[in-house]
């Protein structure tokens, strides 16, 4: 039995490639009917420039047992950094199984919010750029990842994730740009990518469970960082964490662990840092206990 494989350009469903028009609806649109089709189905978005203001698709209710977003183009956010600035993402994936993002761009124009906050002004948190919730059986390949208001890739309750070939892009001044942000997900692989942001390379939240790094390259950055660890009590702890054959060049940090100098049951387990080549790294090993980095409401506790 053949299985039928259907294509769907976004162009159909309205979407404009000349990057001035807004997008989100088409790109909605196109969403909603993909999970409608009983069959694997392929999203394109063609070479151009797509405006897209904030976009959630959700998949509890889709049909589809597969859907790859096959990009060409580069999706751009609005020029006012407040239009996406409260929002938790600016595309945000939330219970989907089988998903594949392959290719493509994403500028989020962040550069607006870190004059704002550099001029501590009256400024939003900010989006990450691209998340995924609560979802399965996730690939990232081949995608940059452009000046991102806050971090630029978050996976967050996920199971069986493989990001490889990502490149993500944002000066080393640029606040709380983390690369890759892994948390409460188990079976992540990242493989043969390169971040450059401000703050941590890849960032490795509370309840990650079997995470393997290879072949990624970090700078600027902060490093590959466990942590902050502690933020409460009652915390999952981290484990089974192999990072190899990385390469750091003019970071702040090499692999770091942090964690609130508080009393908590989480905790750092079974990791391993192998073959790592370091350039201008002012701190390439560091384990921190008493982590406060604005030296603000310290808890001052034994860690």
Not at 28 to 47: F, M, R
Not at 119 to 130: L, V, Y
Request: hydrophobic share 35%; glycine share 10%.
């Amino acid at each position: 039995m053949t299985t039928t494989l259907i294509s769907i350009n976004v162009i159909k469903y309205g979407a404009k490639p000349h990057g001035k028009t807004d997008s989100t609806q088409a790109f909605l649109n196109a969403w909603i009917a993909a999970c409608g089709c009983e069959s694997p189905t392929t999203i394109y978005v063609p070479k151009g420039r797509y405006l897209l203001g904030s976009l959630d698709l959700q998949g509890k209710k889709c049909k589809s047992p597969k859907i790859t977003i096959k990009i060409d183009g580069t999706l751009v956010a609005p020029e006012d950094y407040r239009i996406l600035g409260q929002c938790k993402s600016w595309i945000s994936f939330e219970d989907v199984t089988n998903v594949s993002i392959l290719g493509g761009a994403l500028d989020a124009k962040g550069s607006s919010l870190w004059a704002c906050k550099a001029a501590k002004g009256n400024c939003p948190k900010g989006a990450t750029t691209i998340s995924f919730w609560n979802s399965k059986n996730i690939k990232i390949k081949g995608l940059r990842s452009l000046n991102a208001q806050l971090y630029h890739i978050v996976v967050n309750g996920c199971e069986n994730v493989v990001v490889k070939r990502v490149r993500t892009i944002a000066p080393g001044d640029s606040p709380n740009t983390d690369g890759i942000h892994v948390e409460l997900s188990k079976n992540v692989v990242i493989k043969n990518s390169a971040m450059k942001t401000g703050d941590d390379c890849i960032s490795i939240g509370r309840g990650t469970v079997d995470l393997r790094i290879e072949g990624v390259k970090c700078g600027p950055g902060h490093g590959i960082s466990i942590g902050s660890l502690a933020k409460e009590e009652d915390e999952p702890g981290v484990q089974n964490v192999t990072v190899k054959r990385t390469v750091f060049t003019g970071s702040t940090n090499g692999f770091r662990i942090k964690s609130w100098a508080r009393h908590s049951n989480g905790f750092v387990r079974g990791v391993r840092f192998v073959g790592a080549v370091m350039h201008n790294v002012q701190f390439p090993i560091i384990i921190d206990q008493d982590y406060c980095p604005h030296n603000l409401n310290c808890p001052k506790q034994v860690s």
